[in-house]
């Protein structure tokens, strides 16, 4: 009887580090992907200023990020940890997201400093794009011109998009990756 509640303590002892270093894992990984795009953000050279080929490569990048959801999305749906994957995914497609915008918002201001209320370095202008991103309103950045209300615009009806479709595929794949596993009650301690 000693040896069985012995066998039993071992084995809840193993879960738990298991699912300590699975949550570790992902959450690692996830910390990694936010840390990796800022740094990117704030390393790779943006002196080319606000041209066709900026609308060109921010258009190619939200490509890319809808290809990117499409994918975790699959990954998401096969994963032994479906809710984990989904929260590893939204870390990395929400801060490219940002960096895409960021990015644009920085040229425009850099190519036409009249575009917003200040002028702005990089950290101003993720600051801006987070501040529309969150619908927070305008308070001491704000778009001026036409070219920069419509980049703030399009940003705008991304942001519904990203929150609103992006948020109803990744999480519908985790509750198709809780279906594929057998577990019918979505509850906090089914995923690890």
Not at 28 to 53: E, H, N
Not at 110 to 117: A, K, L, M, R, W
Not at 160 to 180: C, D, Q, T
């Amino acid at each position: 009887m000693d040896r069985d509640a012995s066998g039993r303590r071992n084995r809840a002892g193993r879960t738990t580090r298991l699912r300590t270093r699975v949550l570790l894992g992902h959450l690692l990984r996830s910390t990694a992907s936010i840390v990796l795009l800022t740094g990117l953000y704030y390393l790779v050279p943006l002196d080319s200023g606000f041209t066709v080929s900026t609308v060109t490569l921010l258009t190619l990048g939200l490509v890319v990020f809808g290809g990117l959801v499409a994918w975790q999305a699959t990954a998401i749906a096969r994963a032994p940890y479906p809710r984990l994957r989904a929260l590893e995914a939204l870390a990395t497609a929400v801060p490219l997201f940002l960096v895409l915008f960021a990015a644009s918002y920085f040229l425009l201001a850099q190519e036409v400093p009249q575009s917003f209320t200040e002028s702005m370095n990089r950290t101003d202008a993720l600051y801006f794009t987070v501040t529309v991103f969150a619908t927070v309103g305008f308070g001491d950045i704000a778009p001026t011109t036409e070219t920069a209300r419509a980049l703030t615009t399009v940003q705008m009806i991304a942001d519904l998009f990203v929150v609103g479709v992006i948020a109803k595929v990744l999480f519908g794949a985790v509750r198709i990756g809780m279906r594929r596993r057998g577990t019918a009650d979505p509850g906090p301690d089914n995923d690890l």
